[in-house]
T-cell receptor
Framework: DQQVKQNSPSLSVQEGRISILNCDYTNSMFDYFLWYKKYPAEGPTFLISISSIKDKNEDGRFTVFLNKSAKHLSLHIVPSQPGDSAVYFCAASGGTDKLIFGTGTRLQVFP | KAGVTQTPRYLIKTRGQQVTLSCSPISGHRSVSWYQQTPGQGLQFLFEYFSETQRNKGNFPGRFSGRQFSNSRSEMNVSTLELGDSALYLC????????????FGPGTRLTVL
């Protein structure tokens, strides 16, 4: 039972354009959401988070949007850079003390 | 501050063997979580340790076990290895809870032949 879903396994975006990564969840108890970025041969690194009391959180080029009614969140990267090429995982928590991760989306930013 | 370290980085075992992986958290971090990453499955939660006690457990068989020492270092053990156990095993540390911001190690790549 995949409670956190990233339905796009990969995404290709031109440098300078916007990258939009999507994540859906099924558990209405989730109240905290995070995005992690993973380069090959490295562990995931924390990128940005959002609490369910907010619908938007920004950090530089990265913005996360939360739509609670649709149980959907998205990560926007503007402008995209080649160094953003990585696998992005969304994660959620709430109700239990576990962090539930999605399956990841591989972003490729090309020149 | 040193990051999370995991040893070994790569491991090749055969079916039926057992394996022990080690994780040293960031100094001061008390919570250590373990995850299994396989293609198409994302990061699957194995278990979390805090103050030498298993605080949470994922949906993995009993062949997967772990422990935490008084210095917060943690080990996980997989007995009677199966081909399907081939994966990247990631350790993450956080200050108090696994739902706090986690800091991941580089992982141990386990291949079961």
């Amino acid at each position: 039972d995949q409670q956190v879903k990233q339905n796009s396994p990969s995404l290709s975006v031109q440098e300078g354009r916007i990258s939009i990564l999507n994540c859906d969840y099924t558990n209405s108890m989730f109240d905290y959401f995070l995005w992690y970025k993973k380069y090959p041969a490295e562990g995931p690194t924390f990128l940005i988070s959002i609490s369910s009391i907010k619908d938007k959180n920004e950090d530089g080029r990265f913005t996360v949007f939360l739509n609670k009614s649709a149980k959907h969140l998205s990560l926007h990267i503007v402008p995209s850079q080649p160094g953003d090429s990585a696998v992005y995982f969304c994660a959620a928590s709430g109700g239990t003390d576990k962090l539930i991760f999605g399956t990841g989306t591989r972003l490729q930013v090309f020149p | 501050k040193a990051g999370v370290t995991q040893t070994p980085r790569y491991l090749i075992k055969t079916r039926g063997q057992q394996v022990t992986l080690s994780c040293s958290p960031i100094s001061g971090h008390r919570s250590v979580s373990w995850y299994q990453q396989t293609p198409g499955q994302g990061l699957q939660f194995l278990f979390e340790y805090f103050s030498e006690t298993q605080r949470n457990k994922g949906n993995f068989p009993g062949r997967f076990s772990g422990r935490q020492f008084s210095n917060s270092r943690s080990e996980m053990n997989v007995s009677t290895l199966e081909l399907g156990d081939s994966a990247l095993y990631l350790c993450a540390s956080s200050l108090w809870r696994s739902t706090d911001t986690q800091y991941f190690g580089p992982g141990t790549r386990l291949t079961v032949l």
